[in-house]
């Protein structure tokens, strides 16, 4: 049931590839590389030994014992993606796909980014593999985030404002697929999230799945059993599908998605596409989306950049409708409570993406027996929020958003 | 018989290319579109692509975003442009009708019912850049039931899936000049010529070329190996520049003469 998706790229009806006549030769020689390469030796020793000495994986499954005294529930473990290089659980995929780029021998290549992270660990990896880089990234967003847009140039990539539309990730998105299809040639596109057209859902989802794998074999060795409940951020969702596709087959075990409902799911300014969208098509796949009546994709809000996306991959649409997971949503105010609450029971603060999933393991910790058990994704490190959170707590966070 | 399929047969008797414009619907406004339909009739068009405003146009380039921009900011939507069709038709526009649009407004308008009402507006084809081949199969059945020609794009880089879209395609096959988005170009695809003839092989459907071409000479260089030619973004970008003409009455007449003597001077 959950063996997906199918030959077309399906995860039952969900993916695909909507995309301009002019990719598709790009993408089926894109999935061939990758069928062709994911049975190779040499390449996955490549990318282990990279995730291991380059960015310190295995992260650890740490017992936040304080979070779940203070919570007076189910034994909290945080999954800590936070510790990875580059602060975030982005560059397990931007190594796979940054490798398969060169084994395809492809010098070039491009990324979309919303506050910089996906930009930040691809420019990261170009450099690491010498391959020439370029980021699209929203002007709205480079003005937000001008300390990535000097990280991605410190690292030798060049950052492209985009100016179209909202100025923000979608539209980066929709700027970077429009180079692609000027430059398919010789350009690889590192596509950030578990999101766009087939394959790349599922090859995001592969790299990302070890996420899911190391906390299994972790909560094993130091519970002896699996967890009752597994709780991500999604955004994308490539943090969650990380974390989740591991468990899937184990029935038992809870999958819990966190989407962004802003200022509220009952206000015009959320980013829960699972909670408030519908079907539709949007950058590539067939998913879940904020859209109005006639099809119009629609803004997303939320106070963390990396879950600002009005579309979500097919995958979690999949697992929703087949409700194998539960999609929930969590506001900027709750999302910053619980980064006060990480901050200061464990000495850890949270990006504010990954807050959400602690804000609502804050909500149901309480509800469960203290021999339950709770793995958290903690997918981020909120470094990169500190300075947008400050002008929040200041009440000036909506002149300079 | 379909409209565009007729109007193909007249021009192959007459040794005449189609000279196709396209045309944002509601750039400005409901009113100035079905103005600028006949003006471009009066000018010798004879097919027009009247394209839906979309808020993500994955295939265009900065021109036809901003005249959808501003389009979407006059709640544009697929009702107003089966009016600007239907009022067109009632100023005795007879020019055969092609709808472009993404997928996911037509998916959300439902299937059945989108194509219900194209038939009913007398719109002849639909393209949805969209959608390739492995995606249309569900709305190329339904096209077909209400005989409204589902035209697929080729692009140079299609390769070995020429000859398997040719297959299904309907009405004509639209040939992309270039790598990129739609939007003026000086130069094309290198292998633009081979390409065409390669896609002329595949077919006994006219072969129509677009995406970049803006100016006369094209139009002249395209027309010896092709049955029609698309002119999109230069004519959405004469639009954008007479919009200071078009958007007062007493200038409007004016404007709307610019636009038709663009498009009447591409086949000189």
Redesign the interface.
């Known amino acids: 049931m959950f063996n997906v998706p199918d030959a077309?790229g399906r995860f039952g009806k969900f993916g695909?590839?909507?995309?301009?006549?002019?990719?598709?030769?790009?993408l089926i020689e894109l999935e061939d590389a990758y069928k062709h390469y994911s049975k190779d030796k040499e390449f996955q020793n490549e990318i282990r030994y990279l995730l291991k000495q380059y960015s310190g994986r295995p992260t650890s499954l740490y017992y936040a014992e304080r979070l779940s005294e203070h919570l007076g529930g189910a034994k909290i473990y945080l999954k800590r993606e936070d510790l990875n290089h580059t602060g975030a659980h982005k560059i397990n995929n931007t190594i796979g796909q940054g490798v398969l780029a060169k084994r395809m021998g492809k010098k070039k290549v491009i990324a979309e980014t919303g506050a910089g992270q996906h930009g930040v660990a691809s420019a990261t990896v170009a450099a690491l593999l010498g391959l020439e880089c370029k980021v699209f990234m929203g002007e709205e967003d480079t003005k937000r985030q001008q300390l990535n847009v000097f990280r991605m140039n410190l690292l030798g990539a060049q950052v492209i404002p985009v100016t179209?539309?909202t100025r923000t990730l979608?539209?980066a998105g929709?700027e970077t697929?429009?180079y692609w299809?000027?430059?398919?040639?010789d350009t690889f596109y590192i596509l950030g999230s578990v999101v766009g057209p087939h394959p790349y859902p599922m090859m995001v989802r592969d790299f990302q799945k070890i996420i899911g794998e190391e906390a299994r074999k972790q909560i094993i060795d130091k519970e002896g059993k699996l967890p009752d409940t597994v709780i991500a951020c999604v955004g994308g969702g490539s943090n969650a599908i990380g974390i989740f596709y591991p468990f899937v087959n184990d029935f038992s075990v809870k999958l819990v998605g966190v989407e962004a409902s802003g200022k509220g799911v009952h206000t015009d300014q959320h980013a829960a596409t699972m909670t408030k969208g519908s079907?539709?098509?949007?950058?590539?796949s067939m998913s879940y989306?904020l859209?109005d009546?006639?099809?119009?994709?629609q803004e997303a809000h939320s106070i963390s950049a990396g879950l600002d996306y009005p579309g979500v991959g097919p995958e979690h649409a999949y697992l929703k409708d087949t409700k194998r997971a539960e999609y929930v949503s969590i506001t900027d105010e709750e999302a910053l409570n619980a980064l006060k609450l990480l901050s200061r029971t464990e000495g850890i603060i949270p990006a504010l993406e990954s807050a959400h999933a602690i804000a609502q393991t804050m909500k149901i910790a309480p509800t469960m027996e203290k021999d339950q058990v709770i793995v958290v994704n903690l997918s981020g490190r909120g470094d990169k929020d500190v300075e947008s959170i400050m002008h929040y707590l200041e009440g000036d966070y909506h002149e300079s958003d | 018989m379909n409209l565009i399929d007729q109007k193909f047969k007249e021009l192959k008797k007459q040794d005449k290319t189609a000279l196709i414009p396209f045309l944002t619907m509601g750039d400005p406004d409901i009113e100035t579109s079905i103005q600028i339909i006949k003006e471009l009739e009066a000018a010798g068009a004879d097919i027009v692509e009247l394209g839906l405003p979309?808020?993500?146009?994955?295939?265009d380039?900065?021109v036809i975003?901003r005249a959808s921009?501003r389009a979407?900011k006059h709640n544009i939507?697929?009702h107003s442009c089966l009016e600007i069709a239907k009022k067109a038709r009632q100023k005795n526009v007879s020019l055969p009708f092609i709808l472009f649009t993404y997928?996911?407004?037509?998916?959300?308008?439902g299937l059945e019912s989108f194509f219900e009402e194209l038939q009913a507006h007398q719109i002849s084809g639909v393209i949805i850049?969209?959608?390739?081949i492995?995606?249309d199969e569900e709305v190329r059945a339904i096209s077909e039931r209400y005989q409204i020609h589902l035209i697929?794009?080729?692009?140079?880089?299609?390769?070995d899936?020429i000859t398997s879209?040719s297959k299904k395609a309907a009405g004509f096959v639209y040939c992309?000049s270039s790598?990129?988005?739609t939007g003026v170009r000086s130069s094309f695809y290198d292998g633009i010529d081979d390409f065409i003839s390669l896609v002329k092989q595949s077919t006994d459907l006219p072969v129509a070329v677009g995406f970049g071409i803006s100016t006369n000479e094209q139009f002249a260089k395209f027309s010896k190996i092709c049955d029609g030619v698309v002119v999109g973004s230069a004519i959405v970008r004469n639009i954008e520049e007479q919009l200071p003409l078009l958007q007062s009455a007493e200038t409007k007449e004016k404007g709307l003469l610019q636009i038709r003597e663009f498009v009447a001077q591409l086949k000189e």
């Open positions: 077309q695909g590839k909507y995309v301009p006549e002019t990719l598709m030769n790009a179209s539309g979608k539209d929709n697929l429009r299809v000027s430059n398919v040639h079907h539709g098509v949007f950058q590539g989306l859209q009546e006639f099809g119009q994709v | 979309y808020s993500d146009p994955l295939a380039g900065p975003q921009e979407l939507n697929i997928y996911n407004p037509v998916l959300q308008f850049p969209d959608l390739p492995e995606e697929p794009l080729v692009a140079p880089t299609s390769k899936r879209i992309v790598l990129g988005v």
